[in-house]
């Protein structure tokens, strides 16, 4: 499977989730789980621009 036939909103939606899961980590006191789950944010939202990129140059 192709990279870039993933919708880039994907790896919106993941980083959204990311962050909901790591606010709901650090409400039940799970700060070391909620701040590595946090940081997932900007890899996925790093994904969504080169997925962007790549549909737009068209290469892969």
């Known amino acids: 499977m192709e ?20 606010a709901t980590l650090k409400c039940i006191g799970k700060d070391k789980s909620a701040l590595f789950v946090g940081q997932w944010a900007a ?14 140059e068209g290469h892969d």
């Open 43 to 56: 890899p996925f939202l790093l994904l969504g621009i080169y997925n962007k990129l790549v549909k737009t």
């Open 3 to 22: 990279f870039s036939l993933i919708p880039s909103t994907v790896f919106l939606a993941a980083a959204g989730a990311s962050m909901a899961i790591s």
